[in-house]
């Protein structure tokens, strides 16, 4: 907690959206963070399904914005890939919250710093071969949108987008050995992968 605090002020003064730490305890456990009022990206687009390419745009430049950040000496190197940029290494609509001031960035304990990469191509194939459980609200971006949220979200990248096509088969090699991802997940984000490499 007491790292992800860290991590927060220091984004937080240079102007990047992420709630205001309130209050940590002395031995580091527990944060009180500024209550946003709002709600999660996804519940916001199963709300408002007109806006999910529009929020697949807003996604790719919370990525952009963070990514122009210089990282903290503090950050660990990413996992994969050499790079000298701020990461939030999981920064998919999960982790936005719409508030009546704009997006907010939460979930910050796996900051690091790296190639920024590696944070557009994990949120794409999340976004593009996660599994959906039990909740309905994500059933129904899904379902409605989830292609266009992963084609507005790419088309905010423009022609980086080819660079970025190359290290895809890298960063899943990366998340599929995550132990929180299903074999369900695992074995979508390789089809993500073979599908690519075949229309490439």
Known sequence: MAGEARTMDYLRGHGYPVPAVEEISEDGTDLVMERISGSSMVD??????????????????????????????????????????????????????????????????????GDPAVDVILAWVLMAAGEVRSSPVMRVVEVWGRGSLVKGFLAGFGSELEDLKHKVRD???????DPNMSAAEQRAMWAVVEKFEVTA
């Open 171 to 177: 960063v899943v090699a990366f998340k599929v050995q």
């Open 44 to 113: 916001f687009m199963s709300r408002r399904p007109w806006s999910i390419r529009r929020q697949g745009t807003v996604l790719a430049d919370l990525h952009r914005r963070l990514h122009a950040i210089a990282p903290p000496d503090f950050l660990p190197p990413a996992p994969v890939g050499p790079g000298d940029c701020f990461l939030h290494m999981d920064l998919h609509p999960l982790n936005v919250m719409i508030s009546g001031k704009g997006p907010v960035v939460i979930d910050w304990p796996n900051a690091a710093r």
